[in-house]
T-cell receptor, first 115, second 116 residues
């Protein structure tokens, strides 16, 4: 059974810092890994999706890496801003027979960027 | 235009009642999902459904049933509501067949259910 863990559970940084969020998963047989952002009381917004054959994806100040063999992904946020404050979730999609594309989510990292 | 929309956004009801949450997607996706987010913010898959098959997470009580009138809609019906059903329920969709299958999920805004 796939398990996804995110560390740290919460993070508070001053504005302008670069930061790294970590995600680990127990079963390396994944199809892809997706990072989401969730604002309080809102739904999930997809940030980056990394296919199992890829090593990283970039979008603006965000960079996500994937090391499938070690079961790890990191989300790097450069020059953090107060508007980045949110909960960040990673989720893995199983490979193989696909199991209906049912994602397994980590518990999230709650990020606060202070002005 | 909202890609994945859910109604109602908030629902407060008594134990024992039956309720439904509706979901619609206008992305042309072939697969829709329901996820439950509990008070600790953990998101867990409940159902995955396309026009070929319904996959149910084995931990979901049979009081919960998805109903899909067409490819763009997947409603969640809950019978005999219990206190523990209080949570935020998220609908999502993706394209899971052919070369367009990136596996990327798009979520609705969530429906907060409170059972008293």
């Amino acid at each position: 059974k796939q398990e996804v863990t995110q560390i740290p559970a919460a993070l508070s940084v001053p504005e302008g810092e670069n930061l790294v969020l970590n995600c680990s998963f127990t079963d390396s047989a994944i199809y892809n890994l997706q990072w989401f952002r969730q604002d309080p009381g809102k739904g999930l917004t997809s940030l980056l999706l990394i296919q199992s054959s890829q090593r990283e994806q970039t979008s603006g100040r965000l960079n996500a890496s994937l090391d499938k063999s070690s079961g790890r992904s990191t989300l790097y946020i450069a020059a953090s801003q107060p508007g980045d404050s949110a909960t960040y979730l990673c989720a893995v999609r199983p490979g193989g027979n696909n199991a209906g594309n049912m994602l397994t989510f980590g518990g999230g990292t709650r990020l606060m960027v202070k002005p | 235009d909202t890609a994945v929309s859910q109604t109602p956004k908030y629902l407060v009801t008594q134990m024992g009642n039956d309720k439904s949450i509706k979901c619609e997607q206008n992305l042309g996706h072939d697969t829709m999902y329901w996820y439950k987010q509990d008070s600790k913010k953990f998101l867990k898959i409940m159902f995955s459904y396309n026009n070929k098959e319904l996959i149910i997470n084995e931990t979901v009580p049979n009081r919960f049933s998805p109903k899909s009138p067409d490819k763009a809609h997947l409603n969640l019906h809950i019978n005999s509501l219990e206190l523990g059903d209080s949570a935020v329920y998220f609908c999502a969709s993706s394209h899971t067949s052919g070369r367009d299958d990136t596996g990327e999920l798009f979520f609705g805004e969530g429906s907060r259910l409170t059972v008293l």
